[in-house]
């Protein structure tokens, strides 16, 4: 083959690749959340709240669809969401997954951030709420991506007592040690 072929294959192979790549990759948004266990209002349902911090980069117009499966989450309620998002429920419906859209009325850049809640009746008594799976839309509603929530790590869960460090503890042991010493009858 001569050097004009494979120029002529590499042309064609370029142009190729062209129009079956895929579009430019879009970064996901981070979302986390805080599950919290309400005060049950109806007997026998199971209240819960998830409190998310959606993280950037999100573009003017774009969504993320936060799923709330059928079998775990029912009646989700009490949707808000602070500046610049929008939130939608749309509740499960004859077996199909209910989902939370967050919709950004002005662009997040990386590092910016904004809150949205949503209240719901959990399903399965013997186990707590824990992640979800969330999908991120373009301005013209194409999935551009699927991520799933992550929970906030709790600094300090109720009921824990902060330890000391191994320094404050060392220092006292030698304080103790030196005060005894100085005490000790001749």
Not at 7 to 24: D, I, Q
Not at 30 to 48: H, K, M, P, R, S
Not at 87 to 96: D, K, N, R, Y
Not at 119 to 134: E, H, I, M
Request: hydrophobic share 45%; glycine share 10%.
């Amino acid at each position: 083959m001569n050097s004009k072929s494979r120029l002529l294959c590499a042309g064609r192979a370029l142009l190729v690749s062209a129009l079956f790549a895929t579009p430019a990759a879009f970064a996901l948004p981070v979302i986390t959340y805080t599950a919290t266990n309400l005060a049950d209002l109806v007997v026998g349902e199971d209240l819960w709240r998830y409190d998310y911090v959606i993280g950037g980069p999100l573009g003017t117009f774009e969504s993320v669809n936060i799923f709330f499966d059928a079998t775990s989450y029912g009646e989700l309620s009490g949707e808000t969401a602070g500046s610049p998002l929008t939130a939608l429920t749309t509740p499960s419906f004859m077996g199909s997954d209910g989902y939370l859209t967050l919709t950004a009325d002005t662009a997040m850049a990386a590092g910016d951030s904004a809150v949205a809640s949503v209240d719901f009746v959990w399903l399965l008594p013997t186990r707590a709420p824990g992640a979800q799976s969330f999908e991120h839309l373009d301005e013209n509603f194409n999935v551009v991506g699927n991520g799933a929530t992550s929970a906030v790590a709790d600094p300090d869960p109720p009921g824990t007592v902060p330890e000391p460090s191994s320094a404050l503890l060392v220092l006292s042991g030698l304080l103790l040690a030196g005060g005894l010493r100085a005490r000790k009858p001749v």
